[in-house]
């Protein structure tokens, strides 16, 4: 069973660089998703695919932020002009509309971010 | 918008103890709701969800929620945990009408002593 899989695992940064994450979904599901992770909280969504159409944006992703999926596969996070407090897990997440539950996501490990 | 609340923030419980943590949501429509349990180093994996119908949801790992709409809560028990239970525990909701977006709630740390 190849599950949600996030390249790389962790991530330090200077602040001010750009950074870009990458997620591979579950090869038969068509929904991708990001979460970010802050110490203490839970994951808040950011964004999330249909195949590769982009379909919702939280506002908590700003203009530094961008996403694609561009083959409907796998899909990047990209972080321009990182800031400290950027630093946090980012979680990818998958789901199906092909199964009886299709808004049951499945998670990947997350990329830890630091931003010094 | 919608929020979840989860009012214990860490639990300490020896084996064999029962457990029952809390969460709460904030939504005026039809939810799906789920509780996600991650185990030290490990991803979120899904513990539990209830969609429709029997509002008591069984789980794996003896693992138990119940829906009480009147509520809006959504408890997770276990009659019995284990040291093996040791996690975060989240509970997270989404919508019927935006079932893409999910929310979660901010997480229980569980930690069973043996």
């Known amino acids: 069973d190849t599950g949600v899989s996030q390249d790389p695992r962790h991530k330090i940064t200077k602040r001010g660089q750009n950074v870009t994450f990458r997620c591979d979904p579950i090869?038969?599901?068509?929904?991708l998703y990001w979460y970010r992770q802050t110490l203490g909280q839970g994951p808040e969504f950011l964004t999330y695919f249909q195949n590769e159409a982009q379909l919702e944006k939280s506002r908590l992703l700003s203009d530094r932020f961008s996403a694609e999926r561009p083959k409907g596969s796998f899909s990047t996070l990209e972080i321009q002009r990182t800031e400290q407090g950027d630093s946090a897990m980012y979680l990818c997440a998958s789901s199906s509309t092909g199964t009886p539950y299709p808004n049951e996501q499945f998670f990947g490990p997350g990329t830890r971010l630091t931003v010094l | 918008a919608q929020s979840v609340s989860q009012h214990n923030h860490h639990v300490i419980l020896s084996e064999a103890a029962s457990l029952e943590l809390g969460c709460n949501y904030s939504y005026g429509g039809t939810v799906n709701l789920f509780w996600y349990v991650q185990y030290p180093g490990q991803h979120l994996q899904l513990l539990l969800k209830?969609?429709?119908?029997?509002?008591l949801v069984k789980g794996i790992k003896g693992f138990e929620a119940e829906f009480i709409k009147s509520k809006f809560s959504f408890n997770l028990r276990k009659p019995s945990v284990q040291w093996s239970d040791t996690a975060e525990y989240f509970c997270a909701v989404n919508s019927k009408d935006n079932f893409n977006k999910f929310y979660f709630g901010s997480g229980t740390k569980l930690n069973v002593k043996p």
């Open positions: 090869s038969e599901h068509n929904r």
């Open positions: 209830y969609f429709s119908g029997d509002p």
